[in-house]
């Protein structure tokens, strides 16, 4: 019988992750935050009155195992000078579906089915109004997912304007998981709105399962400025309940100093780095490898077959 794995996350980072995982011999359950209140899936929130549905469909099209061409025309958007201009067509599709069956896990599920997904994509909540909230550190409050990013802020911390009620499938998942990861991507808008649930903290506290945190590789601009490893891992320990992190994996890759300083000067980003000897303290394992790649468009990715060969071989151990 497969290892059951359960991913948390949202943005770009899980779809990177989850395009090289799903080809390993495991049981995956993917569940995507649904609070992203920005571009195509903002207008879309607003004017159907649904979950935001973009970081679903990037899921959706990185497990597919269909003709790229058909991937690609999910993922496009369209250019024009009418009110399509900047969807892209899976939002449309998801949100279509979504008008049709009332739900937006059946809408997930039906899609995926189309798509031949073989593994399971679940929304955190069919919430229509989930607002994510952040409370900086001089006091302010900012409401929305997109506004938190776009600030640069340091945050006290994140919650939501009102509690969601959790699918009850995620907690299931959550309950029989093997392993439950953390997928790299921002902290504040795409990992900690899943802790931020009360019932999702009470089942993982209960789960058998180990936890492990996929290290981001760059810092988020005010966010997490001059963070560590270890920081990104404590900031998730002060989130979790009785259970904290047990495995952190993390890139040890020697990026090359014209792209550090090109993320540096465009994205206020700066590399992560290994502080080992403070990781050491925390009573957690550190897996650390060259994990990094330069991608066409000249920006670091993860690799994903790497990154996925490191969570195969860490569940296969027993």
Do not use: W
Not at 267 to 279: A, C, G, N, T, Y
């Amino acid at each position: 019988m497969y290892k059951k794995v359960v991913v948390l996350g949202g943005g770009t980072g899980i779809s990177y992750l989850l395009k090289g995982l799903k080809d390993f011999p495991l049981n995956i359950t993917a569940v995507i935050t649904v609070a992203d209140n920005g571009k195509s899936t903002g207008i879309l929130r607003k004017e159907f009155n649904i979950p935001a549905v973009g970081d679903i469909r990037k899921v959706i099209s990185n497990l597919s195992s269909i003709d790229p061409s058909i991937k690609s025309m999910m993922e496009y958007r369209f250019n024009t000078s009418s009110d399509l201009n900047g969807h892209a067509l899976g939002n449309l599709i998801l949100t279509a579906m979504l008008d049709i069956t009332g739900s937006l896990k059946d809408s997930i599920a039906a899609l995926s089915k189309l798509l031949d997904v073989k593994h399971t994509v679940l929304p955190i909540s069919e919430d229509c109004a989930l607002t994510l909230m952040g409370e900086t550190i001089e006091g302010d409050i900012i409401e929305g997912e997109s506004q938190i990013t776009a600030s640069h802020k340091k945050f006290k911390r994140v919650f939501y304007k009102e509690e969601p009620e959790v699918v009850p499938e995620v907690l299931k998942a959550l309950e029989d998981a093997d392993l439950i990861i953390f997928s790299m991507g921002s902290l504040y808008t795409s990992i900690l709105p899943h802790l931020i649930c009360k019932k999702i903290i009470d089942t993982i506290d209960h789960s058998k399962a180990k936890l492990m945190y996929l290290c981001n590789a760059m810092t988020q601009p005010g966010e997490t400025d001059h963070f560590g490893v270890s920081d990104h891992v404590k900031l998730l320990n002060e989130y979790l309940g009785k259970k904290k992190v047990d495995v952190v994996v993390a890139s040890n890759t020697k990026i090359d100093e014209t792209i550090a300083r090109k993320y540096e000067s465009e994205e206020q980003k700066d590399p992560v780095f290994i502080d080992r000897k403070e990781l050491s303290n925390m009573n957690l394992e550190l897996l650390e490898d060259d994990l990094l790649t330069l991608a066409e468009d000249g920006t670091l990715k993860h690799n994903g077959l790497k990154l996925s060969s490191i969570i195969f071989s860490y569940l296969m151990r027993d």
